[in-house]
């Protein structure tokens, strides 16, 4: 008999945890019971109307549901064929908020009298204050949202009912702040007139000068981290927070982003991956590392049952197929994770396809200092190098560059090495014998990493120079990283400066070469084209990177001064022909802190992002959701393509047949280049394993195959995905995705793995707070 109540009290808690699968229990500061999920929320610049406000126009039968569940304890339900709700409102922006259970069907939400999308409500697990709908790209002013009952249903659901407990506007900037023009931006714009050129442009214009700049798609969750996985799909990762883009009842945190059709898809994660780095590693699969402790007190009110990330590898194994249901990402803390929290670290791929993963800060804050710096890199799967057995490896490097060091620039070079900069300061890092060798400090004191944000290439790499390295970093700051939040302003001016070093000794003997960017930047993103030339878009004219931190934020953000021009670089002219904006589309779009940018197999730029914020903010600087296409004048003429592309290998060395299709206009003389890239993870203004490596190729007689050799070494191009682009007179054909190497995964160490599972403690942040928690009062955590 006293089992009974137990047994009924345990089968009721376990549903109930099903039933909430967004909930884990958590208890709000000051009472002993656990909270459960409400996805309701109404972000800063926003404003929430009750279905009771008498400014909701209900047509049909309508029945008031009463329940503390509800937002407002009110609910207004109705299953009438034809009911509706109708709703006037100024703003650029509408969200729907109601159930989801067995008994829903399906509604129609008309925009301004036009049907714009059918809900279908119906869920086998019900649900409260679920988004429902959700538009943020409608034109400021006054629109009226009209949802329809259709009485239709899908089979399997039990009733016709539409409800509404809640709706949200997005007020829009207020007018006199609003001076950009809302229009299409599928024409080129003109520079706006207080835009002036402030630099020379090439003394010979390029021959098609034409950029175009599209808005179209919405990122679902803001778009911080982006890699390009296959041909048709972006992934895109966020932290926790309120995005509009729900899985199982609760916002999304990573979504998969159909570039040919815009589609988004939530992913479902684990834990806060929040300022995480990633990369492929040689088998294709993607690793996304380190991020935050569980949002709770420290991020949101709301819990929205996440893990400690802080020493996460969220695993996303090649999903190429464009049907992407069954692509998702796994997270086993207790064998694949880091040794360490690892908050802002880079991940880079090196020559041998396994990840090295670089710094980062113990916890999340801000600018780095000596008390939270984890001063060490490590790889997956662990390695054993100087005696380390899988633990992690001290990096002097990563000390003396202490405050501004986060998220540290690195790339693999074509000896093995791997090249690093942070903060002023630069070296090669041999990792196999773990030597540093110094190189000369950035010029003209600017700081390039966070939260002082610069951009970093590495320039092509050819067979014609036998592979001589040389990096591009640009933008970033020279504020005093050692000053507090208060003492720096988001009207400090960013740094226009370019910083160029050829890594060979004769290089490196005669130094960095600097060259100033057309505007300062900073948290700007700088883009390999398959022509070999430098796209530079997005960042902040002043202030720096993070949010909530210095004086005189705008909303919340460090920076303020967007800059709206992209720049084009070509790093073959002469010094002070290089850069030129020269047709280039302005923006209307601030993109600073979390903005990201890359290069889409299509060969055109996808641009997306823009958060400086806790959580989902409308306040200037907002939350950003809307992508651009910054397409380059070549989309527009007769390309180069490859005839039948499917997924192939490239092995170093060897060479693979490829049919292909020139531009009728090709003549002899016409030089063809194939490009292989890495399209790279791209977060923080890092481009991670971004590169471009011209293969040696011969083409046929009638121009109809091309033999192309892959790259000589894993040194040359560490082995993994890319994309090859064939290049005919500076037009690239569309990319198509090959596997460099033999396509195995990196050689796992059992040796060294084993021993940091067993030598390193898993989820360490976690349990640090839990100790301190469980000190200051007891207490049992559910699910
Ligand atoms: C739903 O039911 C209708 C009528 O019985 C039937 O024609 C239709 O095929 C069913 N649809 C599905 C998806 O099962
Ligand atoms: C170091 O950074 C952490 C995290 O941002 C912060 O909590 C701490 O106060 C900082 N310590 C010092 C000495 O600045
Ligand atoms: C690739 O290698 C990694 C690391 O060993 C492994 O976790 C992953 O499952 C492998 N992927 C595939 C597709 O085999």
């Not at 000053?483 to 001016?493: F, R």
Request: net charge negative; proline share 8%; charged share 15%.
């Amino acid at each position: 008999m006293e089992l009974i109540p137990a047994l009924l009290f345990w089968s009721l808690f376990v549903q109930h945890c099903v039933a909430n699968s967004a909930w884990n229990g958590f208890v709000p500061p000051g009472t002993d019971r656990p909270a459960s999920f409400t996805p309701y929320f109404v972000p800063p610049g926003a404003k929430g109307y009750d279905s009771s406000s008498p400014l909701l126009h209900y047509s049909g039968h309508w029945a008031d549901v009463f329940s503390s569940a509800y937002i407002q304890k009110t609910l207004r339900s109705t299953s009438e064929p034809g009911a509706y709700m109708a709703f006037t409102f100024t703003g650029t922006g509408i969200e729907w908020f109601g159930n989801e259970d067995p008994r829903h069907g399906i509604s129609q939400v008309y925009i301004d009298g036009v049907m714009v999308q059918e809900v279908d409500a119906w869920s086998v697990i019900p649900r409260k204050q679920q988004r429902l709908y959700w538009n943020f790209q409608l034109p400021a002013g006054r629109h009226t949202m009209k949802i329809v009952n259709t009485g239709k249903k899908r089979n399997v659901s039990k009733g016709t009912y539409m409800d509404v407990d809640a709706l949200v506007v997005t007020l829009g900037p207020p007018l006199d702040r609003n001076v950009y023009p809302i229009q299409s931006l599928d024409v080129a714009a003109e520079p706006a007139s207080d835009y002036p050129p402030l630099f020379d442009y090439a003394s010979s214009p390029p021959t098609a000068s034409q950029w175009t700049l599209m808005q179209e798609g919405s990122t679902g969750v803001s778009a911080m981290q982006l890699a390009v996985v296959s041909n048709s799909h972006a992934l895109i990762i966020d932290k926790v927070e309120h995005n509009p883009l729900t899985i199982s009842g609760h916002p999304a945190w990573a979504a998969l982003y159909n570039l040919k059709t815009h589609a988004v898809k939530p992913l479902a994660m684990q834990s806060n991956s929040f300022c995480a780095g990633g990369t492929f590693l040689s088998n294709g699969t993607l690793i996304n590392i380190g991020g935050n402790p569980v949002v709770e007190d420290h991020t949101s009110a709301a819990d929205f049952g996440d893990l400690d990330g802080l020493q996460a590898i969220r695993v996303f194994e090649p999903c190429d197929s464009e049907d992407v249901d069954d692509c998702s990402i796994y997270e086993h803390h207790d064998r694949i994770r880091t040794t360490s929290p690892r908050w802002y670290n880079t991940v880079v791929r090196i020559s041998d396809g396994s990840a090295m993963i670089i710094g980062g800060s113990l916890k999340g804050g801000w600018i780095n200092n000596v008390t939270v710096n984890n001063p060490t890199i490590e790889y997956w799967p662990p390695k054993n190098i100087d005696g380390s057995n899988g633990l992690p490896i001290y990096l002097p490097f990563l000390v003396d560059t202490l405050n501004a060091n986060l998220f540290p620039v690195a790339f693999s070079l074509p000896d093995g090495m791997v090249f690093m900069a942070a903060n002023q300061d630069a070296m090669v890092y041999d990792w196999q014998h773990n030597t540093e060798h110094r190189l000369p400090q950035i010029p003209n004191g600017v700081r390039v990493t966070y939260p002082m944000a610069g951009t970093a290439l590495l320039l092509p790499l050819s067979p014609v120079n036998n592979y001589a390295p040389e990096v591009l970093i640009c933008g970033g700051s020279t504020v005093d990283d050692k000053k507090a939040g208060y003492e720096i302003t988001s009207q400090d001016l960013a740094s226009a400066q370019c910083s160029r070093l050829l890594l060979t000794d004769a290089g490196i003997a005669a130094g960095w070469q600097v060259e100033d960017m057309p505007q300062a930047r900073t948290m700007l993103d700088a883009i390999l084209l398959p022509t070999g030339k430098v796209v530079i878009v997005n960042g902040a004219a002043t202030g720096i990177s993070g949010y909530g931190n210095v004086i005189d934020q705008i909303g919340a953000s460090n920076a303020d001064n967007p800059v709206f021009t992209p720049v084009l670089y070509d790093p073959l002219l002469p010094q002070g022909r290089r850069f030129s904006s020269l047709g280039m589309p302005t923006s209307n779009i601030a993109r600073m802190y979390h903005s990201v940018a890359t290069l889409t197999p299509n060969g055109n730029i996808m641009v997306a992002g823009s958060n400086p914020n806790l959580d989902r903010s409308e306040v200037e600087y907002g939350t950003e959701y809307r992508v651009e296409w910054l397409n380059p004048p070549y989309m527009i003429v007769e390309r180069p393509a490859v005839v039948a592309a499917t997924l192939k290998q490239l092995n170093f060395g060897q060479s693979i047949q490829v049919n292909v299709q020139l531009p009728s206009s090709t003549n002899d003389d016409d030089v063809v280049k194939v490009a292989l890239m890495d399209l790279g993870f791209v977060t923080h203004t890092v481009h991670a394993n971004s590169r471009l490596v011209y293969l040696a190729s011969t083409l046929s007689d009638d121009k109809q195959i091309l033999m192309i050799t892959g790259p000589p070494s894993g040194n040359v191009y560490p082995p993994g995905p890319g994309w090859l682009y064939i290049v005919v007179n500076d037009i690239p054909s569309i990319g198509f995705k090959v596997m460099v190497g033999d396509g195995k995964g990196p050689t796992v160490d059992d040796g060294a793995l084993q021993n940091m599972l067993t030598k390193t403690e898993i989820d360490q942040y976690e349990k640090s707070k839990k100790k301190d928690k469980s000190k200051a009062k007891g207490g049992a955590k559910c699910c």
